[in-house]
């Protein structure tokens, strides 16, 4: 029998993928590692082998910078489950998850503007106005923040000459909210608008017919359809927030320690304790792959019929 099968011959689905067999193309598995190695080897040196070393080093208690690194056990991430430091990851979950609700009840009618009500002509102004301020350095927002919300700034300057009691936000959590909101929030609505923008109009036209009224179609058929971008939109905001290093260390205080400033003060504050420091890492980077593996799940879910 010839190793070739001709056209003529296939008969059964056997055929099929035996001639789909002889004609693929010679050194695939060649081409394919040679465009995936650049990205592999970037991943690998700046992504892999980073955290196995900061893995093997929260290994080690009370180890500080020129020390042997003898990993020897638990000891950092058991240090962990102290009152004092689940409260600080408790305030980072907090923040982060407060601030994933503000931007997305502020970004949903945003978004849904720009992509179903706004001209055409105009949506991609109005996104590029949108994202305009993430041009700018996060520090400087920040700073701008500042002077917004300090006791002096131009917010209670608007309330005291409106005859209005002035409000002490600076270096409280509320001050921090307003500036992670106000970073993270050009993402949220980037993500819903490019969910919305592909919403389905002939299914809002059939529920309308079928007697919803407009919120039983917003719940309904709307929201199952932009379900997907809300996850990816939701779990991208509560990742960066959760890292957050700059907004709460100028808007929030002493009051306000996260995580994040934790994790700074181990490695280059006067504690220096890179073991605890590293079990702390290890904390935030379980976290973000329990919040990444929500999205995997539920990101590519497809409405149901």
């Not at 099929?16 to 040679?34: D, S, T, Y």
């Not at 917010?155 to 921090?176: D, H, K």
Request: charged fraction near 10%; glycine fraction near 6%; proline fraction near 7%.
């Amino acid at each position: 029998m010839s190793n070739q099968i001709r056209h003529s011959q296939i008969n059964s689905p056997d055929d099929i993928a035996e001639v789909a067999k002889l004609h693929r193309p010679q050194g695939n598995w060649l081409q394919l590692l040679a465009l995936l190695a650049p990205s592999g080897i970037w991943l690998l040196l700046l992504l892999v082998l980073p955290t196995l070393i900061i893995f093997e080093l929260s290994l080690v208690p009370d180890i500080r910078p020129g020390d042997v690194v003898n990993p020897s056990g638990f000891k950092n991430y058991i240090r962990i489950l102290d009152p004092l430091y689940l409260q600080v990851i408790w305030r980072s979950l907090f923040l982060a998850f407060g601030t994933t609700v503000i931007c997305l009840i502020l970004g949903f009618p945003v978004a849904y503007w720009i992509a179903q009500i706004a001209p055409r002509r105009w949506r991609n102004l109005l996104i590029i106005g949108f994202v305009l301020p993430l041009w700018t350095s996060s520090l400087l927002r920040s700073y701008a923040w500042i002077t917004i919300l300090r006791p002096t700034g131009l917010l209670n300057t608007l309330l005291i000459n409106l005859g209005l009691p002035t409000l002490e936000l600076l270096n409280r959590i509320p001050a921090v909210l307003i500036g992670m909101s106000y970073s993270l929030l050009p993402y949220m609505v980037l993500i819903l608008y490019a969910s919305l923008e592909k919403l389905d109009k002939r299914l809002l036209e059939a529920a309308a017919d079928l007697g919803a009224n407009p919120l039983q179609a917003f719940w309904q058929v709307t929201i199952p359809q932009i379900l997907p971008g809300i996850a990816a939109g939701s779990m991208l905001v509560f990742i960066t927030g959760l890292g957050d290093f700059i907004d709460p260390e100028l808007l929030g205080g002493a009051s306000s320690m996260t995580a994040a400033r934790l994790v700074y003060n181990q490695f280059l504050g006067a504690t220096q304790n890179w073991g605890f420091g590293s079990a702390l890492s290890m904390t935030l980077i379980l976290f973000v792959s329990i919040a990444i593996a929500v999205l995997i799940k539920f990101g590519e879910a497809t409405p149901k019929q």
